[in-house]
């Protein structure tokens, strides 16, 4: 094993940098379609970009669930929970009107789109009423909704709400499939809720997979999302066949992570908060750091790799990093 150890001084963040890099050079831009969820998932490059970017939320979250027991050999089972979890909205099954004249929105109900969805009128009531926009009347397949303002931009606002109100289901999952796999059936959605998914009593939660890394964090702490971080890293490289040790996945999921939060790299994240003047200035907005930096009275110490060549001095990695006294 000690073949393998690292020797003190090595420079593993660039060692990691070109071992990412020179690879991602290689990767195609195309979109890979993820059977079962008619959406093109990215992969590839612009996978990659959305990790290290940190973005709040991937352009195509999708989660994978299991279910419980039976409900996992059974496919008419699994297609029951994948009902449930379908979201469904209230312009999916009505047509919203203005009327401007009475200072009302009017919501005539489809029968076949409610039956498709398994909604009824009184559904629909109980969802705007718990959203407290104003008083609610229901005539056979019409809702009155009279809005508590009633200036017209109020009620152009409040169609624009009601329009993407949840009736049913679980919010933010457009779409669920189910998807027979080694091990019975599974279910692949379009979109991801992490907290809500949790709480469902016919899913495995600790077999529950979301390609959401921010929301990993914000569900399951930093160490969770660390480890997330690291498996779509690996398995956007390993898709294109590209071989990386994990290890240099790792140190760059832990440089993103080690303040508790997940930072991005670049002016706004990691490359923009080094402790040194010069290695800010290095990278991006040279003048505003060095403005900044002025304006604060900063001293650069001269303990990273950029400052030191920018002065050109000797860096402190390798042997670099041995100094040598003189006993008198």
Excluded: W
Excluded at 90 to 118: P, Q
Excluded at 190 to 196: I, R
Excluded at 246 to 255: E, K, N, S
Aim: net charge neutral; charged share 30%.
């Amino acid at each position: 094993m000690k073949k393998n150890q690292i020797d003190v001084g090595e420079a593993v963040g660039t060692i990691a940098a070109q071992s990412i890099g020179e690879p991602g050079t290689q990767m195609t831009m195309r979109t890979f379609h993820y059977a079962g969820v008619a959406e093109q998932v990215p992969t590839g490059l612009p996978r990659l970009i959305e990790l290290v970017d940190a973005r709040r939320e991937p352009k195509k979250p999708l989660m994978d669930l299991f279910p419980k027991g039976d409900y996992a050999n059974s496919e008419e089972k699994a297609l029951q929970i994948a009902e449930e979890l379908e979201s469904t909205a209230l312009k999916a099954i009505a047509d919203i009107e203005e009327n401007f004249s009475d200072k009302r929105i009017e919501i005539n109900l489809d029968e076949n789109d409610m039956k498709a969805e398994g909604v009824t009128p009184d559904d629909v009531r109980k969802a705007i009423k718990g959203n407290a926009v104003g008083s609610v009347e229901v005539k056979g397949n019409q809702v009155v909704v009279k809005a508590k303002l009633t200036s017209l931009r109020a009620i152009r606002r409040l169609r624009n709400k009601l329009e993407n109100l949840h009736i049913k289901g679980v919010e933010h999952i457009n779409r669920a499939m189910v998807i027979k796999g080694p091990h019975g059936y599974f279910i692949r959605t379009g979109g991801s809720n992490l907290a809500a998914i949790m709480k469902h009593p016919k899913l495995e939660v600790e077999k529950t997979y979301t390609n959401d890394v921010k929301e990993i964090e914000r569900v399951l702490g930093i160490e969770a999302a660390r480890m997330a971080l690291v498996n779509e890293t690996k398995q956007v490289l390993d898709m294109q066949n590209l071989s990386v040790d994990v290890r240099h996945i790792m140190l760059l999921a832990d440089a993103m992570t080690r303040n508790g939060e997940i930072k991005s790299i670049g002016r706004h994240g990691l490359s923009g908060q080094k402790t040194g003047v010069l290695a800010r200035a290095a990278f991006e907005e040279t003048i505003k750091h060095l403005v900044n930096a002025c304006s604060k009275g900063e001293e650069d110490k001269l303990l990273g790799v950029t400052e030191n060549i920018i002065i050109g001095q000797t860096v402190p990695i390798g042997t670099g990093n041995v100094k040598l006294r003189l006993r008198l």
